[in-house]
């Protein structure tokens, strides 16, 4: 224990340890809302795609927050011109189809002219039908969970692979969901499409790390954006504790949550991870 008039003396070595740390790069100071801001993405370039809203726009703002270059991508280019200018730094805006080649193709040639590299690729952007019958699901509405939720991150992998590869790595991150590993009713054709966003980063994973490139994805659990009224097919407080009452911390996820798992996967605190599905779920998938 430490005797009272030890105390002065105490405090300096503490500040000198702290002042250490910051001398490293280990701590670089607090944020406006007194948040430890780590620097953790310093100066790398970000594609986020649906990031006007929901999960995506808790990315962007938070990949921002960590001194990342920001590329919003999304069909909703208002939404998408709000987010970048609120994140300010440079942060671009990119009116961008995912399911469309072409269009991924030039939102990767706006991130180059604007950033001159691309490190992460964020495929968040989704789709899907409304909760019922798996029966009553209309083709069209079929084929475009399939284009958003599946072929896009083939698009955005044949468009990135090749940048990060001469660039000496990258980092893909796909939004999937605890509706690809623990599938509820209803919502079938979209659970199979997270089952194969989880199996493709799995692949894509093995496959790329000799490129020093890391695939994750992450699988969160019901949380209130956009997306959340055709999970549950309607909105009623009855529906809502039927779906919090399946996650034993009992609350839906926010963007934060999700923002924040992110952050670490794309990270180079999680060098050494690749290829994992990781649950932000409350214990849903337990
Ligand atoms: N909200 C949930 O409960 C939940 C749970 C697990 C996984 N997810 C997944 O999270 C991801 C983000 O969804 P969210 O919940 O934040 O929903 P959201 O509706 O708030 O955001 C989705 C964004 O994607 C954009 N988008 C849709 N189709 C697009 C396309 N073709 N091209 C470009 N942008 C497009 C939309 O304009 C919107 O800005 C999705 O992949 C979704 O499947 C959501």
Not at 67 to 84: F, S
């Amino acid at each position: 224990m430490p005797q009272v008039g030890r105390l002065p003396d105490l405090a300096c070595l503490l500040l000198a340890d702290a002042f250490i740390l910051f001398d490293k790069g280990l701590v670089t100071g607090f944020d406006s809302k007194g948040r430890n801001v780590a620097d953790r993405l310093k100066d790398k370039v970000a594609i986020i795609t649906g990031g006007a809203a929901g999960f995506g726009e808790g990315m962007a703002r938070r990949f921002a927050e960590e001194g990342a270059k920001i590329v919003v991508a999304d069909l909703n280019a208002r939404e998408a011109e709000r987010v970048a200018s609120e994140i300010g730094n440079g942060a671009i805006a990119v009116t961008t189809d995912v399911s469309q080649r072409v269009e991924f193709d030039e939102l990767v040639y706006a991130a180059k002219s604007a950033f001159g590299r691309i490190d992460i690729m964020v495929n968040n952007a989704g789709y899907t039908h409304r909760n019922g019958d798996l029966v009553d699901v209309e083709e069209d509405v079929f084929d475009l969970i399939t284009a958003v939720n599946m072929k896009a991150i083939y698009h955005a992998a044949r468009a990135v692979v090749p940048i990060m590869e001469r660039q000496g790595g990258g980092s893909i991150l796909t939004t999937a969901s605890t509706a690809g590993l623990r599938p509820r009713p209803g919502l079938t054709w979209y659970n199979a499409s997270k089952g194969w966003a989880i199996t493709a980063t799995k692949s894509m994973a093995v496959e790329l790390a000799p490129k020093n490139i890391r695939v994750n994805c992450l699988c969160p659990v019901a949380g209130e954006t956009g997306m959340l009224e055709k999970f549950m097919g309607k909105d009623t407080p009855e529906i809502r504790e039927k779906f919090k009452a399946s996650i034993p911390l009992g609350r839906f996820s926010t963007p934060l949550d999700i923002a924040n798992a992110a952050l670490f996967l794309v990270s180079d605190e999680a060098s050494l991870i690749t290829g994992v599905a990781m649950e932000v779920d409350g214990g849903r998938c337990i």
